[in-house]
C-alpha cells in the first residue's frame, strides 16, 4: 500500500478512532496519543492492510488494544509505595492515616492479581469510570459478561480483603 492509498483509507478513520479513544483514556491529550500511536501501527502493516477485510474494524479493535496497554503501564507496581498526598481527615490521627495507606496498597495488589479480563474491566468501570458500553466497546466483551466479571472481581477482593484484615484474629 503507498502513501496515497494509506491516506485515502485510513484518514476517514479518524473521528471514528478519536471518539473511541476519548471514550477509553477519558482526556483529550490521551486520546490524541492512542489514536496518532494506531496510525504509526496501521502504517507499519500497511502491506498486511490489502488483506483486510474490514479496515475500521481492525483499526478500532487495533487502538482498543494500544489503550489497554496504555492502562497496564499506568498501573501502579505491587512493590510502589502509596501515593504521599494521602488526604486525612481533621480527626484521624497518624496510626489511623497509616493504616488506610496500608489498606490502599493492599487492595491496589489485590486488583493486579486478578486475571487480565477481571482487572481490565474493574479498572475501567471502578477505577476510569467507564460504563458498560464504553467497556464493551474497548473489550470486545458482552455487557453480560463484563457484568459477571466485574462481580466476581469484586468478590474475590472482599474476600481477599476481609482475610487480610482478620488475620491473626481467631
Known sequence: ???????????????????????LMGNTM?????????YLKLWERRDALEH?????????????????????KKRPEEDSPPPEDFPLADNEDAATALERQEE??????????LPEGQRTVMTLHDVEGCSYEEIEEATGFTAVNIRVMLSRARKKIREQFERIRNYGQG
Not at 1 to 23: G, S, W
Not at 30 to 38: G, H, I, K, P, Y
Not at 105 to 113: K, V
Open 104 to 113: 490502599a496498597t493492599q487492595l491496589t495488589n489485590l486488583i493486579n492479581r
Open 52 to 72: 483486510v477485510a474490514n479496515l475500521e474494524s481492525y483499526s478500532t479493535s487495533l487502538l482498543r488494544n494500544l489503550c489497554i496497554d496504555a492502562f497496564r
Open 1 to 23: 500500500m503507498d502513501t496515497e492509498e494509506f491516506k485515502r483509507r485510513c484518514l476517514p478513520l479518524h473521528i471514528r478512532l478519536y471518539r473511541t479513544a476519548f471514550r
Open 30 to 38: 490521551d486520546a490524541e496519543d492512542m489514536v496518532q500511536e494506531t
